[in-house]
């Protein structure tokens, strides 16, 4: 079992949801409005948090969809510090966490902050998408 497997399997035991790492050293789960993705690289050693924020089948970003994310992704102020990227058309939020002294708990907590930006960055984009 890797050091992955472990956290993982020990966040799902003390939070209660049911995680499992698939075949690509991922896991993911969802909530209301994301989806989030955590990647183990093991070249790295760390796990990557990433979500969506802004819907595939919305197409192609536009000049101002994109302008809003490169405002918000100045000096990470908007993200909280978070990365903002474009992925086959979609924007999505990540951060790296290296697993060097990962608990499952600080695992879990860094989750749920990651939850709270991406939350927070897909609102601003929709706003900004609607308008």
Same mark, same amino acid.
């Given at each position: 079992?890797?050091?992955?497997? @472990?956290? =993982? #399997?020990?966040? &799902? $035991?003390?939070? *209660?949801? #049911? ?8 896991? &993911?789960?969802?909530? /209301? /409005?994301?989806? =989030? ?5 093991? !070249?790295?050693n760390d796990i990557v948090i990433f979500a969506p924020?802004? !819907?595939?089948? /919305? *197409? ?8 809003? %994310? ?14 903002? *990227?474009?992925? /086959? ?5 990540? =951060?790296?966490?290296?697993? @060097?002294?990962?608990? +499952?708990?600080?695992?879990?907590? @860094? =989750?749920? $902050?990651? +939850?709270? $930006? +991406?939350? %927070?960055? @897909? ?9």
């Amino acid at each position: 079992m890797s050091q992955f497997d @472990k956290l =993982i #399997s020990e966040l &799902a $035991a003390f939070s *209660g949801l #049911s995680l499992e790492v698939d075949g690509n050293n991922s896991c &993911a789960l969802s909530t /209301d /409005d994301l989806y =989030i993705t955590m990647l183990y690289r093991a !070249d790295l050693n760390d796990i990557v948090i990433f979500a969506p924020v802004t !819907d595939p089948d /919305d *197409g192609e970003p536009g000049k101002e969809l994109l302008r809003k %994310a490169l405002e918000l992704s100045y000096n990470g102020s908007g993200t909280r510090q978070h990365f903002l *990227g474009l992925f /086959d058309d979609t924007l999505v939020l990540s =951060i790296p966490v290296p697993v @060097k002294d990962l608990t +499952a708990r600080v695992l879990g907590q @860094k =989750i749920v $902050a990651f +939850a709270n $930006a +991406a939350a %927070a960055v @897909k609102t601003e984009l929709a706003a900004c998408r609607r308008s």
